[in-house]
């Protein structure tokens, strides 16, 4: 992710550009975000591309193709310009690795993860191929990993399985060597079994971290090895062998298709779901991505290139408001979208405002016992006074961050307490103020706010109850009013 430079336009369309994402053999892409607040990938083409007329009308077709697939595990084209001087293209952005730079940097994944990944993605070649589409480059830089599942992206060389010969170029060979299957590779019609045996190879890389016809060779060589040489899945065996063994088949009607594929990785996916699926360093990294984004604005970029034209063909507004987006106005006069991931889950972590606990909080108060608490129904009882610390856990998705609370004295009405959240995975800490509202003889309510403007962190005020637990031994802290609404609570320990 890049600074945007002089010669990057500032908005495209309706879009305000933030970021720049990459760059291809079709253009530019962008990270951008609409009026209404939500984030997106901006694909610009290039000028020299943009006056092919032959490449306009395969854009136009492959365009209108991905904005039929909408499935759970896809990302979905929220808008596009086909006919204005620079053609464009924007989808749902996601807050995520690629499932190259995932297993490069952090190894293989496994087992169980590996049947979940094939088995959701096989349920989205299954909706794809529904609508009499084909993918025709599923590899590891086109699946995204989220907290809940992976996204297959980028559709620019899907092809309806009908498409006319002439928007082909003699010769021409749509996908990634490697991945692609033997007809592609043959420059044959490509149908449904082609993205399968894409995929098998997609599941051989992430299991071993190695994809199965080599790397670091030339084109040409990857093409013949596809073409005439069996797979090495050195590092795979049992169930997953078999099943990847299938897919790479080297007739496509020996191929399972993605229902059958699917049925037969669910078994392996089941040790794992959709909150718990990626392993925990990567799980991590997934999350402080989501972070980073909700703080990142475009204030400052050096960016001085014009705007590109508004959207000529717009895709119906409720998609900008679709279930999984949410937007809000943290300071005025800036907004900052809060782009959930798992219904919610991009909120997680660093967000103070979503304080769900399900983990320890070691005791470090050196006044008093638990055991002695006293209570005269306005007065904070000695057994809470000092500081509390420790590292807390989102309930929804395992994001860890250190917590601290200190409470001093004071009654029913005033501020009593102050805390801290400090997430894990970026510099963001939030600060709180206590205000006691009520106490009971184990028990004691407060009601959390903000300590002054801070980037990063919630708007809504949190009711937190904390109370003794039976031995003594620590308190339970439950949260209600947070921003995922999940009334979340956890044994808060002592060390």
Not at 38 to 55: C, H, I, S
Not at 198 to 218: C, I, M, R
Not at 243 to 267: F, G, N, S
């Given at each position: ?5 002089a010669d990057d ?7 305000r ?7 291809g ?29 032959e ?6 077709q ?14 979905p084209?929220?808008?596009?310009d086909?006919e ?31 049947h979940?990944?094939g ?6 070649l299954?909706q794809v ?9 599923v590899?590891?830089?086109n ?9 297959l ?20 060979v749509?996908?990634s060597?490697g ?6 590779a043959?420059?044959?019609?490509v ?5 399968i045996f894409?995929?098998?190879a ?5 299991a071993t971290?190695t994809?199965?016809f080599?790397e ?9 090895r596809?073409?005439?040489?069996e797979?090495?899945?050195r590092?795979?065996?049992g169930?997953?062998?078999e099943?990847?063994?299938?897919c790479?088949?080297k007739d ?17 996916a ?6 718990t ?18 703080d990142?604005?475009a204030d ?8 590109m ?17 949410v ?21 997680l972590?660093?967000?103070y405002?979503?304080l769900?606990?399900s983990g320890?909080?070691?005791w470090q108060?050196?006044?008093g016992?638990a ?11 000695d057994?809470f006074?000092?500081t ?5 856990t ?9 917590f601290?609370?200190t409470?001093t004295?004071?009654?029913v ?15 963001t800490?939030?600060?709180?103020v206590?205000t006691l509202?009520t ?20 708007v809504?005020s949190?009711k937190?109850?904390y ?11 439950t ?11 956890g044994d808060?320990l002592?060390?």
């Amino acid at each position: 992710m890049e600074l945007l430079t002089a010669d990057d336009p500032l908005t495209i369309g309706d879009h305000r550009l933030l970021r720049r994402l990459g760059a291809g053999g079709m253009g530019r892409v962008y990270l951008g975000r609409t009026a209404g607040g939500r984030t997106v990938a901006v694909k610009a083409v290039r000028p020299e591309l943009a006056d092919d007329p032959e490449f306009r009308a395969r854009f136009r077709q492959e365009v209108a193709a991905a904005r039929r697939v909408g499935g759970r595990w896809t990302a979905p084209v929220l808008d596009a310009d086909t006919e204005g001087p620079r053609p464009w293209v924007a989808t749902g952005y996601i807050a995520g690795p690629s499932l190259g730079a995932a297993v490069h940097t952090g190894g293989p994944l496994p087992t169980a993860s590996v049947h979940a990944l094939g088995a959701w993605l096989a349920e989205a070649l299954e909706q794809v191929h529904a609508l009499g589409l084909v993918h025709r480059d599923v590899k590891p830089s086109n699946v995204l990993l989220t907290l809940d599942g992976p996204r297959l992206i980028d559709f620019g060389v899907a092809r309806a399985l009908d498409a006319a010969a002439s928007l082909t170029h003699s010769g021409y060979v749509v996908g990634s060597p490697g991945f692609m299957s033997p007809e592609q590779a043959a420059g044959s019609p490509v149908g449904p079994a082609g993205d399968i045996f894409s995929l098998g190879a997609l599941l051989a890389f992430a299991a071993t971290g190695t994809a199965p016809f080599g790397e670091g060779v030339s084109a040409a060589v990857l093409l013949y090895r596809v073409l005439h040489e069996e797979p090495e899945l050195r590092g795979l065996d049992g169930e997953l062998r078999e099943i990847v063994t299938a897919c790479l088949a080297k007739d496509p009607d020996r191929r399972p298709t993605p229902a059958e594929l699917r049925a037969r990785l669910a078994p392996g996916a089941a040790a794992v779901g959709p909150e718990t699926w990626l392993p925990g360093p990567l799980a991590a990294a997934v999350g402080r991505a989501a972070v980073e984004l909700l703080d990142l604005e475009a204030d400052g970029a050096p960016g001085g290139g014009p705007a590109m034209p508004a959207v000529a063909d717009r895709v119906p507004t409720a998609l900008d408001g679709g279930p999984d987006a949410v937007t809000r106005v943290v300071t005025p006069g800036r907004r900052r979208v809060w782009a959930a991931v798992a219904a919610g889950a991009v909120l997680l972590g660093a967000l103070y405002g979503a304080l769900a606990v399900s983990g320890k909080l070691p005791w470090q108060s050196d006044r008093g016992s638990a055991q002695d608490a006293r209570t005269d129904g306005k007065t904070l009882p000695d057994a809470f006074l000092g500081t509390w610390k420790g590292t807390i856990t989102t309930k929804v998705v395992p994001l860890p961050s250190t917590f601290t609370a200190t409470f001093t004295a004071g009654k029913v009405g005033e501020d009593v307490g102050r805390t801290s959240n400090a997430s894990a995975f970026s510099s963001t800490v939030c600060r709180g103020v206590l205000t006691l509202v009520t106490v009971e003889a184990r028990t004691i309510t407060l009601q959390e706010r903000l300590d002054g403007p801070q980037s990063g962190c919630g708007v809504v005020s949190e009711k937190q109850t904390y109370t003794v637990l039976d031995n003594g031994a620590g308190l339970r802290l439950t949260v209600t009013g947070a921003q995922l609404g999940s009334d979340p609570e956890g044994d808060l320990l002592k060390q």
